[in-house]
Protein backbone atom coordinates (compact mmCIF):
# COMPACT_ATOMS: atom_id res chain seq x y z
CA UNK A 1 0.00 0.00 0.00
CA UNK A 2 1.46 2.79 -1.18
CA UNK A 3 1.62 6.13 1.51
CA UNK A 4 -0.99 7.88 -0.76
CA UNK A 5 -3.67 4.72 -0.54
CA UNK A 6 -3.04 5.06 3.30
CA UNK A 7 -3.45 8.83 4.04
CA UNK A 8 -6.77 8.11 2.39
CA UNK A 9 -7.83 5.21 4.10
CA UNK A 10 -6.79 6.83 7.89
CA UNK A 11 -8.79 10.24 6.17
CA UNK A 12 -12.32 7.78 5.69
CA UNK A 13 -11.59 5.83 9.14
CA UNK A 14 -12.21 9.33 10.68
CA UNK A 15 -16.11 9.17 10.82
CA UNK A 16 -16.42 11.87 13.41
CA UNK A 17 -18.68 9.51 16.03
CA UNK A 18 -16.46 8.63 18.78
CA UNK A 19 -17.23 5.54 19.21
CA UNK A 20 -16.29 4.39 15.86
CA UNK A 21 -13.12 6.81 15.82
CA UNK A 22 -12.14 5.59 18.84
CA UNK A 23 -11.72 2.02 16.69
CA UNK A 24 -11.38 2.61 13.66
CA UNK A 25 -8.52 5.45 13.72
CA UNK A 26 -6.17 3.22 15.88
CA UNK A 27 -6.91 0.30 13.89
CA UNK A 28 -5.83 1.69 10.77
CA UNK A 29 -2.65 3.25 12.36
CA UNK A 30 -1.60 0.42 13.57
CA UNK A 31 -2.67 -2.76 11.55
CA UNK A 32 -3.78 -1.68 7.79
CA UNK A 33 -0.28 -1.52 6.66
CA UNK A 34 0.45 -4.70 8.02
CA UNK A 35 -2.45 -6.41 6.52
CA UNK A 36 -3.17 -8.30 2.66
CA UNK A 37 -3.82 -6.64 -0.26
CA UNK A 38 -7.30 -8.58 -0.04
CA UNK A 39 -7.85 -7.43 3.34
CA UNK A 40 -6.79 -3.77 2.97
CA UNK A 41 -9.40 -3.61 0.07
CA UNK A 42 -12.03 -4.95 2.68
CA UNK A 43 -11.50 -2.50 5.12
CA UNK A 44 -11.55 -0.15 2.66
CA UNK A 45 -15.33 -1.61 1.74
CA UNK A 46 -15.97 -1.51 5.43
CA UNK A 47 -15.12 2.61 5.44
CA UNK A 48 -17.83 2.85 2.67
CA UNK A 49 -20.71 1.60 4.90
CA UNK A 50 -23.16 3.80 6.48
CA UNK A 51 -21.86 5.16 10.15
CA UNK A 52 -25.24 3.36 11.87
CA UNK A 53 -24.48 0.02 10.53
CA UNK A 54 -21.54 0.28 11.48
CA UNK A 55 -22.07 1.07 14.99
CA UNK A 56 -24.74 -1.68 15.31
CA UNK A 57 -21.73 -4.49 13.58
CA UNK A 58 -19.23 -3.04 16.29
CA UNK A 59 -22.20 -2.96 18.83
CA UNK A 60 -22.44 -6.70 18.29
CA UNK A 61 -26.47 -5.73 17.64
CA UNK A 62 -26.18 -6.90 13.98
CA UNK A 63 -23.93 -8.11 11.58
CA UNK A 64 -23.17 -7.31 7.78
CA UNK A 65 -24.13 -9.67 5.12
CA UNK A 66 -21.28 -9.67 3.25
CA UNK A 67 -19.12 -12.97 5.12
CA UNK A 68 -16.04 -11.05 4.63
CA UNK A 69 -16.83 -7.87 6.38
CA UNK A 70 -18.46 -9.99 9.14
CA UNK A 71 -15.30 -11.30 9.58
CA UNK A 72 -13.61 -7.85 9.15
CA UNK A 73 -15.47 -6.53 11.61
CA UNK A 74 -15.05 -9.48 13.88
CA UNK A 75 -11.06 -8.99 13.72
CA UNK A 76 -11.02 -5.54 14.34
CA UNK A 77 -12.81 -6.00 17.89
CA UNK A 78 -10.08 -9.15 18.79
CA UNK A 79 -7.38 -6.57 17.75
CA UNK A 80 -9.09 -3.94 20.21
CA UNK A 81 -9.67 -6.33 22.99
CA UNK A 82 -6.19 -7.64 22.69
CA UNK A 83 -4.53 -4.40 22.70
CA UNK A 84 -6.85 -3.78 26.17
CA UNK A 85 -5.58 -7.19 27.55
CA UNK A 86 -2.01 -5.61 26.95
CA UNK A 87 -2.43 -2.50 28.40
Do not use: H, T
Not at 28 to 56: I, K, P
Not at 59 to 68: A, G, K, N, T, V
Amino acid sequence: MNDLDYRKLLWRARRGMWELDQLLVPYCESAVRGLSASAQESFARLLREEDADLLNWFSLESSPDDEELKNLVLDILKWKRDLKSVN
